[in-house]
Structure formats: C-alpha cells, structure tokens
C-alpha cells in the first residue's frame, strides 16, 4: 500500500478517534449539568449561596471592613458593574471601579434624604458615562446606609433588586444586633447569678470558716482552699460554657462548704454516668439548681435532708436532675417567678438558668419542675451531648466555644 494512503489512513483513524472522545466529552459535561439540575435550580442556588456568604458579614453590622466583605457578593447577586455600600456617618465601601466613590457619596446623601430609591442616567465619569440606582437601607430605627449599584445602562431589573436586597441587607443587620442584645442579655443572666452567689453564700461560709479556726485548723485551711476554688470558677471572667465535669467539680466545692455549715443535717447522693462529663453546658448552670435545693429545700427543713444529684446518658442527650426532699415550692408561685411576675426573691436562679437554657437550646429545652409543698423539689434538664445551638461549637478546657 502506497505511504500516501497509509498516512491518510492513518490520519482518518485519528480522526475518527478525536470525533468518538470529543462525543463522549459532550454527552459528559451535558449529563454533568443535569446532575447540578435545571438552569432555574443553578441560578436559585447561586443567589442563595451569595446571599448567604454576604450575611455573615452584615451580621457584624456595616462598618467599612463588613462592607467591603460584604460587597463583592452583593455586586455579584445584582450583577452590576460597581457597587458601593455607604454606613449612616457616610463611609464607603467600593466594590468594582474606586472611580465611581465621589458619585456614590453624593446619590447616597441624596437617597437617604429623601428617603426612597432613586435612578441616576448619563452621570460623568471621568471620560465615560454611567447610570446609577441608590436605594436606602431602612432599619426599624431609621436609615442605616445605602446601596449604590452601577451599570450601563441601569435596567428595571436592576431598580427592582437593588431595592430588595437593601431590605435584606437592613434585615440582616438587625438580626446581628438583636444577636448583640441577647448576648449582652446572657452576660446580665451570668451576673445576676453570680450577685447572687456573692453576699448569702459567701457571708455563712466565712463563718462556717471561722469557726474551725481554733478548734480545727486542718479542717479551716481546707475550707479556704474550697472556698477559694469555688469563688474563682464562679467568678471568671471569661467563658459562657463550660462542662458537666467543671461544673460539677465547682458543685463539690459548693457543697463541701455547706456541709462545713449544716453538718450530718445535709446529706448528699451523686450518680453520675461518666459519659455526659464532657457535654458542654452553659456556665453556671447546674450549681444554682443545687444552690435553690440548699437554700429553699433544706435550710428551713428542720433536720435539714438528701440532695441527690443524677447525670445520665440519655442517648443523644444529657440528662440532669437535682432532687430534694425539702420543704417544696407552691406550684403558683414558682409559676409566677418563671413567667416573670416576681423580678426578684427566692427562685431566681432557677429562672435565670431556664431562661439561658432557652435561649441556646430551643424552648424544648428549659427546666422542668416537680414540686410541691411539703414533697421537695426534683428540677430536670435536658442538653443535647452535641453541644449548643450553633454550627461546629465545641468547648475549649476554659469553657470558651471554639469555631
């Protein structure tokens, strides 16, 4: 066979051969498309994904650097071709062309004092033109900022959504300072517990103390150092988690103070499954359940009486239970100090703790109560082992949560 036909031969399988492999690269990339779902499905999910990567910021509020953050998404969730985001003191954040921020500065005054939306054609940059829509950010309390989105031309479209997600964005960071506020509102819970620990607490074991500084010193340097360890854990300043184990190494403390005060009148009975030592739990949770069972159980109990002390594992969750066989509570009025009626008085620490509770597991997760006068009092919680409501949350050996 002549070299020429040989050559196209073999040119023609080669052919063949590209033609097959660019087929089976096409059929790939268009069942690959399929998988990812529809063009509408594609489009819902970038918006979503966009939006999402643009509110962690906002959530932060809309200072210079959250903005900048924020910008780049939110530029390509409206597809302009500039962006800026103005605070209320008038600082901008640019995303696309820097060129664009003396005009972005004059639309956004303009928009926030009129206080509605407005479109902006032919404006003069440099040596080219383009249009512009300002839409204020309104939040509950009045004007947060602007949005200022760039293009050529600015199409109705565009109007529309720049105007949604400056509500959005209003909405987002409302949520972040209303994060803000139930964090602050957390930090008062913590302080209010801790006032409370301080002057009834503190004042009988100093005395319980001083009592056995002469007939017992051992026993009064040991008393120190517990009162020492308890008054350090419950008064650190940093941490609003902790674990089972720490709080219950607190407890001990706490009670080996009080047993110095009631004698053989306070027996104690712990069960604990060491499965549940490490499930993270807020600060300060456990100990006023076993504080409310000495000062509103026993203490007024002639003979004075059992705490008994249980953690289970309860499968995914961490079963707590704090149980007395004290004087007991009137069920209506432990009702009236959890709905809030009573601010202050006897049980407020057993608000307190239902209350964070609440706030960090859901409201399927506050205290629950079985009391009555007379019958003592059992309290139960219930946590989840994962730990708190957030994403990835763990706790550090100090009882802070880590990303």
């Given at each position: 066979?002549?070299?020429?036909?040989?050559?196209?031969?073999?040119?023609?399988?080669?052919?063949?051969?590209l033609a097959v492999g660019l087929v089976l690269f096409l059929r790939r990339i268009v069942l690959a498309s399929k998988e990812l779902g529809t063009d509408a499905e594609q489009a819902t999910y970038q918006t979503l994904h966009l939006a999402s990567r643009a509110a962690k910021h906002l959530r932060g509020g809309i200072d210079e650097l959250n903005a900048i953050r924020a910008g780049k998404h939110l530029r390509a969730l409206l597809g302009c071709e500039s962006l800026a985001i103005i605070d209320r003191t008038g600082t901008i954040a640019i995303d696309g062309d820097d060129a664009v921020r003396p005009v972005a500065e004059r639309l956004a005054a303009a928009g926030l004092a009129g206080g509605r939306q407005q479109v902006q054609r032919r404006i003069p940059i440099g040596s080219w033109e383009t249009d512009a829509v300002v839409a204020p950010i309104i939040g509950s309390t009045g004007p947060l900022g602007?949005?200022?989105?760039?293009?050529?031309p600015v199409r109705a479209g565009l109007v529309r959504a720049t105007g949604e997600v400056a509500d959005w964005v209003a909405a987002q960071v409302e949520l972040g300072e209303l994060d803000a506020s139930r964090a602050a509102?957390?930090?008062?819970?913590?302080?209010?517990?801790?006032?409370?620990?301080?002057?009834?607490?503190?004042?009988?074991?100093?005395?319980?103390?001083?009592?056995?500084?002469?007939?017992?010193?051992?026993q009064a340097r040991e008393l120190v150092l517990e009162f020492a360890d308890f008054t350090r854990y419950s008064f650190r300043r940093h941490g609003d988690f902790t674990t089972v184990a720490e709080e219950l190494r607190s407890i001990d403390s706490y009670l080996r103070l009080e047993r110095a005060r009631f004698g053989e009148r306070l027996k104690v009975t712990l069960q604990i499954a060491p499965e549940v030592l490490s499930t993270v739990v807020p600060f300060l949770s456990i100990q006023p359940l076993v504080e409310n069972a000495v000062r509103h159980g026993l203490e007024s109990k002639e003979g004075g009486g059992r705490i008994t002390i249980t953690a289970d594992d309860s499968g995914s969750f961490a079963e707590i239970t704090v149980e007395d066989d004290g004087v007991g509570i009137d069920p209506e009025?432990?009702?009236?100090?959890?709905?809030?009626?009573?601010?202050?008085?006897?049980?407020?620490?057993?608000?307190?703790?239902?209350?964070?509770?609440?706030?960090?597991?859901?409201?399927d997760h506050g205290l629950v109560v079985e009391t009555n006068?007379?019958?003592?009092?059992?309290?139960?919680?219930?946590?989840?082992k994962s730990g708190p409501r957030r994403p990835s949350a763990g706790a550090s050996p100090d009882g802070r949560l880590e990303p």
């Amino acid at each position: 066979m002549p070299e020429s036909m040989l050559l196209a031969a073999a040119v023609g399988a080669v052919g063949g051969a590209l033609a097959v492999g660019l087929v089976l690269f096409l059929r790939r990339i268009v069942l690959a498309s399929k998988e990812l779902g529809t063009d509408a499905e594609q489009a819902t999910y970038q918006t979503l994904h966009l939006a999402s990567r643009a509110a962690k910021h906002l959530r932060g509020g809309i200072d210079e650097l959250n903005a900048i953050r924020a910008g780049k998404h939110l530029r390509a969730l409206l597809g302009c071709e500039s962006l800026a985001i103005i605070d209320r003191t008038g600082t901008i954040a640019i995303d696309g062309d820097d060129a664009v921020r003396p005009v972005a500065e004059r639309l956004a005054a303009a928009g926030l004092a009129g206080g509605r939306q407005q479109v902006q054609r032919r404006i003069p940059i440099g040596s080219w033109e383009t249009d512009a829509v300002v839409a204020p950010i309104i939040g509950s309390t009045g004007p947060l900022g602007a949005i200022v989105a760039f293009a050529s031309p600015v199409r109705a479209g565009l109007v529309r959504a720049t105007g949604e997600v400056a509500d959005w964005v209003a909405a987002q960071v409302e949520l972040g300072e209303l994060d803000a506020s139930r964090a602050a509102l957390a930090e008062a819970e913590v302080r209010a517990l801790r006032a409370q620990i301080s002057p009834h607490f503190i004042y009988n074991s100093l005395n319980a103390i001083a009592s056995f500084i002469n007939t017992d010193p051992a026993q009064a340097r040991e008393l120190v150092l517990e009162f020492a360890d308890f008054t350090r854990y419950s008064f650190r300043r940093h941490g609003d988690f902790t674990t089972v184990a720490e709080e219950l190494r607190s407890i001990d403390s706490y009670l080996r103070l009080e047993r110095a005060r009631f004698g053989e009148r306070l027996k104690v009975t712990l069960q604990i499954a060491p499965e549940v030592l490490s499930t993270v739990v807020p600060f300060l949770s456990i100990q006023p359940l076993v504080e409310n069972a000495v000062r509103h159980g026993l203490e007024s109990k002639e003979g004075g009486g059992r705490i008994t002390i249980t953690a289970d594992d309860s499968g995914s969750f961490a079963e707590i239970t704090v149980e007395d066989d004290g004087v007991g509570i009137d069920p209506e009025a432990l009702a009236a100090v959890f709905a809030g009626a009573k601010a202050g008085g006897e049980h407020v620490g057993l608000r307190n703790v239902d209350a964070r509770l609440r706030q960090v597991y859901g409201d399927d997760h506050g205290l629950v109560v079985e009391t009555n006068i007379g019958a003592g009092t059992l309290v139960r919680m219930r946590v989840p082992k994962s730990g708190p409501r957030r994403p990835s949350a763990g706790a550090s050996p100090d009882g802070r949560l880590e990303p």
